[in-house]
C-alpha cells in the first residue's frame, strides 16, 4: 500500500479551501492528473463520483464515495475493482486568516504493475496537487 501525507499553511480561510476541495467536478481545471470527474449521486453532505486520470496514453477511469463534514473534513473513499483500498482524507484548521489544509492519501492497487507505477508516482503526484490546491484557494478558487 502506498501511502502519503502532507500539511500545508494556505493563505485562505477554512471555508474557501474545504470549498475547493469539495468541488471535484473542476478538478480537471487545475489538477493535470484529472481528464474527467463528474458527480453522479447527492444525498446530503455525501456524493458518489466517476473519475478519470490519466498520464500520457494511460488512462484509469474510477468511482468515488466523498463525505463532508463542512469546512473541516473530507473523506474520500473507493469501493471499486481497481483498487484493493484507497482513502483520501482531508482536514482543514482556521488558523487566523489562513487555513492548515493536511491531506493524507492510502492507495492500493489490484494491479501490481499498475502499483509500481503509484509507488514511484504517488509522492510528487501527491505534492503536485496539494500545491495546484493551494495556488488555486490564494488565486480566489479561480
Given at each position: 500500500?502506498?501511502m502519503h501525507?502532507?500539511?500545508?499553511?494556505i493563505r485562505c480561510?477554512?471555508e474557501?479551501?474545504?470549498?475547493?476541495?469539495?468541488?471535484?467536478?473542476?478538478?480537471p481545471?487545475f489538477?493535470?492528473?484529472?481528464?474527467?470527474?463528474r458527480?453522479?449521486?447527492r444525498e446530503g453532505?455525501?456524493?458518489w463520483?466517476?473519475?478519470?486520470?490519466?498520464?500520457?496514453p494511460?488512462?484509469?477511469?474510477?468511482?468515488?464515495?466523498?463525505?463532508?463534514?463542512p469546512?473541516s473534513?473530507i473523506?474520500?473513499?473507493?469501493a471499486?475493482?481497481?483498487f484493493?483500498s484507497?482513502?483520501?482524507?482531508w482536514e482543514f484548521?482556521?488558523?487566523r486568516?489562513?487555513c492548515?489544509?493536511?491531506?493524507a492519501?492510502?492507495w492500493e492497487?489490484?494491479?501490481r504493475?499498475?502499483q509500481?507505477?503509484?509507488d514511484?508516482?504517488?509522492p510528487?503526484?501527491?505534492r503536485t496537487m496539494v500545491?495546484?490546491?493551494q495556488a488555486?484557494a490564494e488565486?480566489?478558487?479561480r
Amino acid at each position: 500500500m502506498t501511502m502519503h501525507r502532507d500539511s500545508r499553511l494556505i493563505r485562505c480561510p477554512a471555508e474557501d479551501v474545504f470549498a475547493l476541495v469539495a468541488d471535484v467536478e473542476r478538478y480537471p481545471e487545475f489538477l493535470s492528473l484529472w481528464r474527467q470527474a463528474r458527480i453522479y449521486e447527492r444525498e446530503g453532505d455525501t456524493y458518489w463520483t466517476e473519475q478519470e486520470l490519466g498520464l500520457g496514453p494511460v488512462r484509469e477511469r474510477f468511482r468515488t464515495r466523498t463525505d463532508l463534514i463542512p469546512s473541516s473534513r473530507i473523506e474520500v473513499t473507493s469501493a471499486d475493482d481497481l483498487f484493493r483500498s484507497f482513502v483520501i482524507q482531508w482536514e482543514f484548521t482556521p488558523a487566523r486568516t489562513s487555513c492548515r489544509a493536511s491531506v493524507a492519501l492510502k492507495w492500493e492497487l489490484k494491479s501490481r504493475a499498475l502499483q509500481r507505477a503509484i509507488d514511484l508516482l504517488l509522492p510528487s503526484t501527491a505534492r503536485t496537487m496539494v500545491a495546484a490546491f493551494q495556488a488555486r484557494a490564494e488565486r480566489g478558487g479561480r
